[in-house]
């Protein structure tokens, strides 16, 4: 099946995630005020595959991102608002993509996530320790970033992780937890990060995650029986690229799933065809077509979930 | 505060005695905003109020007061979550009360993280005494979504920390009887038989779980959901899954039907893979099954199940392919 690059609508989407940010009336931009720092992670990266970044003006954006650090390292969903790890690697995300990971007092933030490990090796998610594998990937991930994963016990967030481990192979946010695309990408990808990918049996997972494609509409679910969702284009093939079985799904059926779910009037992705588009399903959408080579769009580091230039900068640039 | 008295008029805090001597803060935007934000004007002057207790730390009734109200209107501001939690300990609110306020703003927002995160920290700090109130809580939720995985996470945290295992193994049934399809239900039922401390432990359990779960995959043979969780009976433990008659019998049974056998095909591979032997009457039964287009001639069962599987399941074409390949002849 022939993919035509006709089919991507680049500027609608461009226009749409410009504007959610501009538009003052949107039930978006009201609720997602204290998670603004995803959402500019979701947008910018977006862009950046789109070979649109430069549209943003960059010092405003470093701007008000140095302006979310907290003083004990951590950054916040928007300014005034408290300090919690999911906006911390969304931050350090931001900073990568402008290259300017130098204006990061490096130790203070790895300090705050070094101080969110926990005993068994998990991590919280702030001071009122919330415990979730996903905080363990974004603990790894976000080091791994900064050169600073020494800091952790590396071993014990393994050991940790490789414990949620389920018998069919998949990954749950807790120990006995349901195997879920969203927690098995988290647990791959820091196990990826970390070397530790001998503990998963890629062909056990990999099988459980090619079963996620469904026959209908080609889109992908994230447990059995539920219904296809964009967002797990990402998070199962970026798991399935990691393991090397990625060539066990049908990609052409997966990007036609993916096309389908634009707006083609107005812009913008969403989780599934007719519904409506946020920013988030946008940024899932696009990248899960960046991992299926999708033509025009910058290649996407599968465990990283950054642009592959941002990180060959960081781990192949001069320092 | 009830979702009736959200439909009652809105007094504007500014008109609010109580809060004459409060200066709201705005949200600080910097000179150029990089995301400029609008709010419907009740929800912006809320926030304005609240940064103004929230920056000034104000641990007061007010504020406690100030933080539902932010709640109510988006209730995934953590900050909003983080202060009130603050509060709640500087003035020693009643927890018991603040469960019901969590069951209220939860069963509308059943997916939102902070909301649960809450819910779980209130019932650390009350412990054994509220084992019933968080699975009955779970429970209404799950009444509105058999599948939510919040539900789910926080009922298992219960169980592990505060107990009340004697009635999970049924929770399981009546879901599954419900909707047999509910993997979470699934996984739940997998838990309880391998962590429960009251049942006995997987060993124990097998036989009747074995039963229990042949019995679902004859009903519904495409539903994956009982397919792995056999596997998971049989953890490790290949020989016995081979010898189960009961595993035999439900096989023939599926592939006769010459209907949904996907799944069937693909475990009748795995254990033909560990040294199953099919008889005559499981070769008979997987023939008719062959694609039109017959390989050449192959007397390697393994191997034609993989044909067969390659032709009905083909969006994973190259999967069998390869566990084709890997058949040692």
Request: hydrophobic residues 40%; contains cysteine.
């Amino acid at each position: 099946m022939e993919l035509l690059s006709g089919e991507l609508e680049v500027e609608k989407h461009v226009k749409y995630i410009l504007s959610v940010e501009k538009n003052k009336d949107s039930f978006e931009s009201v609720t997602m005020e204290h998670l603004r720092m995803n959402g500019a992670y979701w947008g910018l990266t977006t862009l950046d595959l789109l070979d649109k970044l430069e549209i943003v003006d960059q010092d405003e954006v470093i701007s008000w991102v140095m302006q979310c650090q907290h003083e004990s390292g951590g950054f916040a969903g928007n300014i005034d608002h408290d300090p919690h790890i999911l906006y911390t690697l969304s931050a350090v995300q931001v900073l990568a993509l402008f290259n300017k990971l130098d204006v990061l007092d490096i130790d203070r933030l790895s300090d705050y996530i070094c101080g969110l490990q926990n005993e068994d090796g998990s991590f919280s998610g702030d001071i009122w320790g919330e415990v979730d594998t996903r905080f363990s990937y974004i603990a790894i991930c976000c080091l791994s970033l900064l050169h600073r994963l020494d800091k952790i016990n590396t071993e014990k967030a393994v050991e940790y992780i490789v414990s949620c481990q389920n018998l069919d192979g998949g990954f749950g946010c807790t120990p006995g937890g349901e195997s879920h695309a969203g927690q098995i990408f988290c647990c791959v990808g820091a196990l990826a990060i970390t070397g530790s990918l001998y503990h998963i049996d890629k062909d056990l997972l990999g099988w459980w995650l090619c079963e996620r494609q469904l026959v209908q509409s080609g889109g992908m679910n994230g447990r059995p029986e539920k219904l296809p969702d964009v967002c797990y284009s990402w998070w199962v093939l970026s798991s399935l690229i990691l393991i090397d079985r990625v060539h066990w799904i049908d990609k052409a059926k997966l990007a036609r799933f993916i096309l389908g779910c634009q707006d083609k009037e107005n812009g913008g992705i969403s989780d599934r065809p007719d519904d409506a588009v946020d920013v988030f399903h946008t940024y899932f959408g696009v990248a899960g077509l960046s991992l299926l080579e999708y033509p025009g769009l910058k290649a996407i580091d599968p465990a990283y979930a950054l642009p592959v230039d941002v990180i060959n900068k960081i781990f192949f640039g001069r320092k | 505060m009830s979702s009736d008295e959200e439909e009652e008029e809105r007094i504007p805090i500014s008109e609010r005695k109580e809060w004459l001597d409060v200066k709201p803060i705005p949200q600080d935007e910097g000179l150029n905003p990089v995301v400029p934000i609008a709010y419907r004007d009740d929800f912006r002057e809320t926030m304005d109020y609240f940064r103004a207790v929230y920056l000034s730390d104000e641990r007061s009734p007010r504020s406690f007061y100030l933080t539902t109200e932010a709640i109510h209107f988006n209730p995934g501001n953590y900050t909003v979550w983080h202060f009130r939690r603050l509060v709640l300990e500087s003035l020693g609110v009643n927890l018991h009360d603040e469960l019901n306020f969590i069951e209220s703003i939860a069963k509308v927002n059943s997916k939102n993280y902070q909301i649960w995160h809450h819910r779980r920290w209130v019932a650390e700090k009350l412990g054994t005494e509220v084992v019933k109130a968080e699975l009955d809580f779970t429970k209404k939720i799950l009444f509105l979504d058999a599948k939510n995985y919040h539900a789910w996470s926080h009922r298992q945290w219960v169980l592990q920390a505060l107990g009340g295992w004697e009635d999970e193994l049924d929770y399981c049934q009546k879901l599954l009887e419900e909707d047999i399809f509910n993997n979470s239900a699934w996984n739940q039922r997998y838990f309880v038989v391998t962590r429960s401390p009251i049942l006995g432990g997987l060993e124990v359990m097998r036989e009747s779980e074995v039963k229990y779960t042949v019995d679902a995959i004859l009903s519904n043979p495409e539903n994956e959901s009982p397919w792995r969780y056999l596997r998971g009976l049989y953890k490790g433990d290949t020989s016995s899954f081979i010898q189960d008659p009961e595993i035999s019998s439900m096989f023939l049974k599926v592939l006769k039907t010459k209907n949904n056998y996907v799944f069937a095909l693909s475990l009748l591979l795995d254990l033909v893979c560990h040294g199953f032997e099919l008889n005559e009457e499981f070769k008979e039964a997987v023939e008719p099954l062959r694609p039109s287009q017959p390989d050449p001639p192959e007397s390697n069962f393994a191997i034609i199940i993989c044909s067969v599987l390659e032709t009905i399941d083909p969006l994973r074409s190259n999967y069998w392919t390869w566990r084709k390949s890997n058949v040692t002849s």
